[in-house]
């Protein structure tokens, strides 16, 4: 593999090149802080929002220049003592000086990234990771002296704050550095980054934040102003101060770009080896961030650290669901670095990266299908979730689009399609735990300016309050309700600002629009929720949401099937789209793969539509989210039509779009697509990284689609997506086909023929479920035989046993 290979037990990605086509990164987190860090060590670092309390500068156009970051520049002066030479410059990662090193190599691994380099007979080696719990960052470091003779150097640890809030940087950047304080504190040695006052427009309060950067090393001396450090039209690619000799100390930056960066010196005799640590954090209250820098100034509080951490994302990632198949790749994308990626999507949602707007806060539709993803390795964060997902339920069953952890639930407009998220998630959730108690957890309501999902109170004053409570249950019957009564004139759910697809965003801006693929997504809700009103005894409830998944079944197939595929809606015009007649856009995946998700396409229908997606959609690079792309704008569509030809939501290869078809396949018993579909956007199965360019351990978001003129295969938009959840559960719960159940695990596998042997080690309440699957005749479904500790079993349900012991479980398909 060009620019780096996976270590042997497949848990590190071993970056080998440090110009890799894009910035490959990685997330060291818990759940308060977290550093995304790049091969190089660029990158930001933020404190409880990527938005509001962003701690390190980037900008959206930073990740092509791979700058600023965490870095540490090294002169060396031995040789000054002769006056022979002039000094030797470089930087430990390779950026920002960009000098040649004699050897490089990045390790990212599950919680750490670790960055090795030689230059000048100077070893050197950097992890960065953050504690399990404290509100910080560690760089811990050994450098090494190679030569025969004694080496002298300069170091300089540097970094450059933003501190605040991301978005009002972005459009108020020269108001918003005057409000700059940093400082050096003399007492003890580190340097302070903080703001006058936390300023959102109006919102005026407070800064509670204190950033800080220090070293365990002696410090000789210190920067706080970038420019000075930096000279004039500079950039820390070219810092004068160094390369110039121009260092001074500046105690004080009021009012400007703020640094911090440290002058330290460090004597390595022949074959001696120096460690030391850096640490950045933040923290409430300057008297927490001594303490921190108190701890983690001991190598071994600091090494402590780093072993505990690697404890525990070994055991999040490692000690759980595990796969075996014929393909070994496969394997190791699903066993470690999927789950890896759901987990960042669970702590972080789809804000923080080097692609993403950075507007912070969680999505409501993207963290109920990402705590879904994960109820079958961490359960208690799932509950977490789910609980806290249901608070933003309103009386009138709309939610809320998110919420932030600092600034509450989002206030704009919401969206229609997450009314049908979060059946499913709990659904799960009682099937992964057998604890429908949850059902009855009382939980708040909303209620903030937004009155029937689409008007404004114009009476409503101040921010979000609750509104009185019930029961769970009670607040998935509304979502429900709502989304169920909340139609055009055909009877389907009105698409609004948009549904799953964002960029759909004017079909429905008059309220009149509908969407097929909504009134599909609902009717799979419906059919869920009769299931939990059967689990409660409302058998009369069960009836009526019956009824009503049947009334959308019905209008749905009566009105939007297309003669060989599904139609994608109706613009507030009353306009189909996703049709044969459409200029542009004449099938969509969606509307496909949830006709077969719900249970709406049967037979005939279900042929048509399974060789229609083969036919239009199917590509080298994956399946594209629709087809044709786009030409020209749209106006009744929206933003959809505004982007380049198969790049975002405009006919690109959606992965997790994709992913939702490669669940339909599934279930169609099509275990060879399936497979097929999967490795196609499966980010270390690509064959030219120089086309594909993003990370081979994080799947994209998307792949650019063959309707671009020249960037087909590209991969987009890395890490915070919903496909690695629905890759997670496409992998482990569809094509091996272990799934959880209300009273055990259903095994239902559909894979490729060529596939004779798989297995899946399966935890399931508290027992150990290890399921080998024979395919001895080369079927892509059906099972044939099924034996628990030796005793066959009718049917492919395995009950669970709860007795905390580990189970064999043969599965002969045909």
């Known amino acids: 593999m060009k620019y780096g290979h996976f270590s042997s037990d497949g848990l590190e990605f071993v970056v080998t090149d440090p110009v890799t086509p894009t910035p ?72 920002p000086l960009r000098v040649e090193l004699d050897s490089f190599e990045c390790r990212h691994g599950l919680g750490y990234t670790t960055i090795s380099s030689k230059y000048n007979s100077v070893g050197s080696k950097i992890t960065y990771f953050v504690p399990k719990e404290d509100d910080c960052e560690l760089w811990l470091v050994t450098l090494s002296n190679e030569s025969n003779k004694e080496k002298k150097l300069e170091l300089y640890p540097y970094v450059e704050w933003l501190v605040g809030d991301y978005h009002e940087e972005l459009r108020y950047r020269n108001i918003m550095n005057l409000y700059n304080k940093m400082w050096f504190d003399e007492g003890h040695s580190l340097i302070f980054g903080w703001k006058t006052a936390f300023w959102q427009g109006m919102n005026i309060k407070e800064f509670k934040d204190y950033s800080f950067f220090a070293t365990s090393l002696d410090v000789k001396g210190y920067a706080t102003r970038k420019q000075e450090f930096l000279g004039r039209y ?89 796969i075996k198949t014929p393909d070994s790749e496969f394997d190791n994308m699903v066993n470690v670095w999927v789950k890896y990626q759901v987990y960042m999507c669970n702590l972080w949602s789809r804000s923080p990266s080097f692609y993403h707007e950075g507007s912070g806060g969680r999505g409501y539709r993207d963290s109920c299908q990402d705590s879904e993803s994960i109820v079958s390795i961490n359960q208690e964060l799932t509950r977490k979730r789910i609980l806290h997902i249901a608070t933003l339920i309103r009386q009138d069953g709309t939610s809320a689009p998110g919420w932030s952890d600092t600034a509450g639930p989002n206030q704009h407009r919401p969206n229609k399609d997450h009314q049908v998220w979060l059946t499913a998630t709990v659904r799960a959730y009682i099937q992964e735990t057998g604890d429908k108690s949850i059902l009855s957890e009382y939980v708040s309501y909303l209620k903030d300016k937004w009155v029937g999902g689409w008007e404004v109170d114009v009476n409503f004053r101040g921010g979000a309050v609750t509104d009185g409570e019930g029961t769970l249950f009670e607040h998935l019957e509304k979502n429900l309700n709502y989304c169920f009564d909340d139609v055009g004139e055909r009877g389907l759910p009105k698409i609004g600002h948009a549904d799953w697809n964002d960029a759909i965003d004017a079909a429905g801006k008059k309220h009149k629009g509908e969407s097929v693929w909504l009134a599909q997504a609902l009717v799979r809700s419906l059919k869920y929720f009769v299931e939990l009103c059967e689990l409660m005894g409302y058998k009369e409830k069960a009836v009526e949401f019956a009824n009503k998944a049947k009334t959308m079944t019905e209008r749905i197939n009566e009105i939007c099937w297309d003669g060989e595929w599904f139609k994608r809606g109706f613009t507030d015009d009353g306009i189909a789209y996703g049709t044969k007649e459409y200029e542009g856009g004449k099938i969509f995946l969606n509307t496909q793969a949830w006709a077969v998700l719900s249970g709406v396409a049967e037979g005939e229908r279900l042929a048509k539509i399974l060789k229609s997606v083969d036919k239009y ?56 697509r399936a497979y097929e579909s999967m490795v196609k956007v499966m980010p270390n199965k690509q064959k030219n990284y120089d086309i594909y360019k993003s990370e081979p351990y994080a799947y994209a978001e998307y792949l650019v689609g063959p309707e671009n003129p020249y960037r087909y295969g590209e991969g987009q938009f890395t890490w915070i997506t919903g496909t690695s959840g629905w890759a997670f559960m496409a992998a482990t719960e569809w094509m091996l086909g272990v799934r ?12 490729p023929s060529s596939w004779k042997k798989c297995s899946v080690r399966r935890p399931f309440r508290g027992d150990v479920y290890e399921v080998e699957i024979e395919n001895p005749k080369g079927v892509e479904k059906g099972i044939k035989e099924l034996y628990v500790d030796g005793e066959l079993v009718n049917g492919n349900l395995v009950k669970a046993i709860g007795d905390g012991k580990t189970h064999k479980v043969r599965v002969v398909m045909g």
């Not at 509080?301 to 505990?308: C, D, G, M, P, V």
């Not at 080298?620 to 039509?641: C, D, M, N, V, W």
């Not at 505004?642 to 169609?668: D, L, P, W």
């Open 24 to 95: 490959w990164i990685n997330y060291l987190t818990n759940e308060k802080y977290c550093a995304i860090i790049s091969q190089c060590a660029g990158g930001y670092s933020f404190y409880k929002d990527c938005r509001t309390d962003r701690i390190l500068r980037w900008a959206p156009d930073y990740k092509n220049y791979d700058r600023p970051g965490r870095y540490i520049y090294v002169k060396d002066v031995s040789h000054q003592l002769k006056k022979t030479k002039a000094a030797k410059i470089w930087s430990l990662t390779y950026q």
């Open 234 to 322: 500079n950039s820390e690619e070219r810092p004068e101060a160094i390369l110039e000799g121009k260092f001074k100390n500046s105690a004080l930056c009021s009012g400007e770009d703020g640094i911090a960066c440290f002058k330290n010196i460090v004597k390595l005799a022949p074959g001696q080896s120096k460690e030391f640590v850096v640490i950045l954090g933040s923290t409430e209250g300057k008297a927490n961030a001594l303490k921190l820098v108190e701890k983690y100034r001991d190598l071994n509080s600091t090494k402590k650290a780093l072993q505990e951490v690697k404890e525990l994302w070994k055991e999040r990632i490692v000690g759980n669901v595990v």
């Open 617 to 672: 959609l199917d590509g080298k690079h994956g399946l594209a989210l629709f087809y044709p792309a786009y030409s020209t704008f749209r106006p009744e569509l929206g933003r959809i039509s505004m982007f380049s030809e198969g790049t975002k939501e405009n006919a690109a290869v959606f992965c997790h779009a994709a992913h939702f078809m490669i669940v339909a396949f599934c279930m169609a018993g099509c275990g060879r």
């Open 740 to 751: 959880r159940d209300y009273d055990g695990l259903r095994i239902d596998p559909c894979i």
